[in-house]
């Protein structure tokens, strides 16, 4: 283990490499084997915990938990965004990026299931977008990218993609725009969808690249108020991704 890991309890955490939802031993053991007081375990405990790596509750004790790098992406994220507003700007183009350069294999990996849960998307973002009163249709926007790289097995890609749309949904894009602007937005998903389903992967990609550039007009960050998320609002959060990050 490298030697620049400062903590004893992540070292020990690591090595152990149990299965998610083992139980503990507890903290006056764990002390005990790393040679370390029980205030500073804790300390290490409850940095572990907000990283999302072990679930610490009353009586039951604390259990090691899958990992993933979302809950470190976002806690890092919140406060740096706080800092530096900017910040989000970066996470986009970042996002942007990955999603063209992944493109090709991942419309390739797509299944007829995947391609219906796209096109009933689509189909239930214009019913909004057409409704009286208009419906901003903010979650279909999230699903359909999601679901679109939701077949590449690449941890890091997924928890990079996940927590793009964490802090979209929290700067308030959400919120009424322009109508042409969303007919305009919705039209490109439309024909990225039926080129996937029509397996013209090109158009699709062009689709991509077009709906992208129309996304850079717009300044996402005009609407950003930084936010503290508890714990809890992460573990909701990652709780509505699932088995596939777009459910």
Do not use: C
Request: aromatic share 10%; no cysteine.
């Amino acid at each position: 283990m490298d030697d620049t890991m400062q903590s004893e309890f992540l070292t020990y955490l690591a090595e152990l490499n149990a299965p998610p939802g083992q139980r503990l031993p507890t903290i006056k053991e764990i002390a005990a084997q790393l040679g370390i007081s029980k205030s500073k375990l804790r300390e290490q405990l409850e940095v572990a915990r907000i990283l999302g790596f072990v679930e610490v509750r009353p009586k039951t004790g604390t259990r090691t938990r899958e990992f993933s790098l979302l809950p470190t992406l976002i806690t890092g994220l919140n406060f740096g965004m706080m800092v530096d507003p900017g910040l989000f700007d970066s996470l986009g183009v970042l996002r942007n990026h990955l999603e063209a350069g992944f493109w090709d294999e991942a419309v390739r990996l797509l299944r007829d299931e995947d391609k219906q849960l796209l096109q009933e998307l689509v189909d239930r973002a214009w019913q909004r977008l057409r409704s009286t009163p208009i419906q901003i249709p903010h979650r279909e926007h999230r699903r359909l990218h999601l679901a679109i790289y939701s077949r590449i097995d690449n941890p890091i890609l997924q928890a990079i993609l996940a927590t793009y749309w964490y802090f979209y949904e929290r700067i308030g894009y959400q919120r009424y725009s322009d109508y042409d602007y969303l007919n305009r937005v919705w039209k490109y998903h439309q024909k990225m969808v039926d080129s996937i389903v029509e397996g013209d992967y090109e158009n699709g990609y062009q689709a991509l690249v077009q709906h992208i550039g129309l996304l850079q007009q717009s300044s996402e960050m005009d609407n950003y108020q930084p936010v503290i998320k508890s714990r809890a609002g992460i573990d909701s959060f990652i709780g509505t991704m699932g088995v596939t990050p777009y459910e």
